[in-house]
């Protein structure tokens, strides 16, 4: 078997179609499974979510719908399909003379005729399909002669799949993937590895996935808490290099303040207070902001970076998308022009003579305040005297980044504020900001208008455009979000296109906006502008990257095949309305059938719109179904940990985690992590 090279952790971010056995066209569902990333880490780290355990029967008419069975049956008649697309039919019957039925689709007839011989023996293994006169086979999962029968499995992994990858076929891709990786140097202490099973990090790997252990899982858990401590402390270390104190003078937020159509909530005079006490002293701030989506996290960074450039630093506001960073600015920059403080903007999209004369501004100090994406952390990005990092959405970004951002401070310390808008639960807190300041905005602005939730079956589509259109014809605006983790997901781009086509069709092209991210910067740009200043009343989204946008009027948001998505992403999501004066609704579409942690979530949505306990929720129904975008979901998704179960990990990781940072392979595991976790860079052109 092909095997990685040598024992390089490297080879493991090789996509899953390097993989002998795994075509170029499943790597797109590989990438739908696993956030986008589609590497071959990410099918190690997929893990079971239970066990399919097959029952031996003797009689077809012993086992119920749904239930995995294995029953030697007698092939005993055969219907080709009539047309494409039907199915061929095979009647079989069972030794106590119970007549059932194996249906098999796109199945050329010579391989039919071999696999389902007539008056032959054969034993099926497979699941009794639902609601048939008969008991029935679709599809099952073998057919196998009876003597070849008994060296196979009882039971076999279960996992979280997704539409059009058959069970069979992701366990050979995880099969795959299993055989091609490495074992990798330990990094664990041996009397760590001895006290959860004995296991190397690959044999926990290849005992999770025949999910027969949890000291195994817990192997994994703990490896991957390391990670998150080491780097953290790290990060933590070189955050708190000696910086120069901040002293707010006033002169600049004074006048913002007063230029401000609203008064500063209680919550965000709190949170900037903290960080002007935190930066005037000699110890440099590191403040984490937690707060709701729309709860004005973006005012609390203003002012610290007010205070900053008032002492004569620079600040910089680093977000993860194109969108948020040019909202930022485009927030920002009314308030402070009047101050003669022009935000220098860098992206990926910076090219030219622009970015020449930007990052000549930077490096001189004449542009006081920096905002923008991975572009800023560039090696070409020089500063003054940068004396603030504010990091929004920090979840979005590797200690790495971060730490390439506080190097370019000046004597390569900063004051740090980073704002997340999922709460972090508290057991978490412990592992991943463990010696942080905390500030929280507990309160939206007041004025807020309730959003109301409501779950509605695809079926009744035709109901809910009737109401949107109504809702159109008032003046409002809505957006209209498609479930989409990658670009190169063909049939889900279509499908949101076709769903624009229809839209537009039914309530006209002006009207109805589209943004996905395969179309160019100035197309994405068009038609955000259109619908933030009301030409387009209807936008459809089909990417799910661009948080935080802010368009006041929007007062409604319908979320397509909302069951796909995350409870922590769902909420993100529909803090994009109820933003302006006008009460707001969401509504969020689904399947006729859910399945029941699908069902769970949409009804935590309907019934809470507290971020907080949203999270706790999503925390423990995590793991079922076929979510997307897990990746955003604030508390930074875990891989291996499952909470609460692992909780009792943490103050053993805390303890350890100073020694584990001296181990010689130590960047072996860091590098596991933060490769492994780092999103798909969010900016595509
Ligand atoms: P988030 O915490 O999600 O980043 P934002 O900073 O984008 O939230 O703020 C959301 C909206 O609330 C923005 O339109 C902002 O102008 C507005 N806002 C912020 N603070 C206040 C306030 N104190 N009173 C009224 N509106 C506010
Ligand atoms: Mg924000």
Known sequence: MLAIQSS???????????????????????????EGRGRIIDLLYHFPVGITEWRSISSLSHASEGAAVRCLVEINDYNPARRPGQPHRIGIVDSSGV????????????????????????????????????????????????????????AVAAYPLTTGLHPDALRRYIRAALNAAPELPEWLPPELVAAHGGYSWKAALEAVHRCNHTKARQRLALDELLARSVAWNRWRHAAQRHAAPLVATGALSRAVERA?????????????????????????MLRLLQGDVGSGKTMVALFAALAAIEAEA?????????????????????????????????????????????????????????????????????????????????????????LSLIDKAAGGAAHTLVMTATPIPRTLQLVSYHGMDTSILAEKPPGRQPITTTKLSQARVEELLERLDAALKRGE????????????????????????????????????????????????????????????RLLVVTTVVEVGVDVPNATIMIIE??????????????????????????????????????????????????????????????????????????????????????????????????????????????????????ARLPEAG
């Open 8 to 34: 390089s952790v490297h080879g493991l971010f090789a996509p899953a179609s390097t993989l002998p056995g795994i075509g170029e066209k499943r790597q797109y569902l590989i990438n739908r499974l696993t």
């Open 99 to 154: 007549q059932g039925e194996i249906l098999v689709f796109n199945t050329p007839a010579p391989v039919l005729a071999s696999r389902f011989p007539m008056g032959e023996r054969r034993i099926v293994i497979g699941e009794l399909a639902a609601g048939r006169l008969l008991p029935t086979f679709i599809h099952p999962q073998a057919v196998l002669k009876v003597d070849s029968a008994a060296s196979l499995p009882d």
């Open 260 to 284: 401000l159509p609203f008064a500063l909530t209680r919550g965000q005079q709190e949170a900037i207070a903290a960080c002007l006490r935190d930066m005037a002293g000699v110890q440099p």
């Open 314 to 402: 620079q600040a910089a506001l680093l977000v993860p998308t194109e969108l948020l960073a040019q909202q930022h600015r485009q927030k920002l920059a009314p308030l402070l022009e009047p101050l003669g403080i022009t935000p220098a903007f860098l992206t990926g999209r910076s090219t030219g003579k622009q970015k020449k004369q930007t990052l000549a501004q930077l490096a001189d100090g004449t542009a006081r305040l920096a905002i923008g994406t991975h572009a800023v952390l560039e090696d070409n990005v020089h500063f003054h005297q940068l004396g603030l990092v504010v990091i929004d959405e920090q979840h979005r970004f590797g200690v790495q980044q971060r």
């Open 477 to 536: 605006q809505a957006y209209w979000v498609c479930p989409l983790v990658d670009e190169s997901d063909k049939l889900a781009l279509a499908a949101a296109i076709e769903r624009y086509g229809a839209l537009a069709a039914r309530f006209g092209f002006h009207q109805v906006g589209l943004l996905h991210g395969q179309l160019k910067a100035a197309e994405k740009d068009a038609a955000m502008q259109a619908f933030s200043n009301g030409e387009t």
């Open 561 to 678: 095949q909302a069951e796909r998505f995350g409870l922590a992403q769902l909420h993100q999501l529909r803090g994009r309305v109820g933003r302006g004066s006008k009460p707001s609704a969401c509504v969020l579409l689904h399947a006729p059938q859910l399945g029941d942690i699908a069902r769970q979530r949409l009804y935590a949505l309907c019934r809470s719109n507290d971020g907080f306990w949203l999270a706790e929720e999503d925390l423990r129904l995590r793991g079922g179904g076929d979510v997307v975008g897990t990746a955003q979901s604030g508390s930074g998704a875990f891989r291996a940990v499952r909470l609460p179960e692992d909780a009792d990990l943490f103050p053993q990781v805390e303890a350890i985690t100073h020694a584990v940072d001296a181990h010689p392979q130590i960047e072996t595991l860091l590098t596991l992590f933060e490769r492994g976790n780092a």
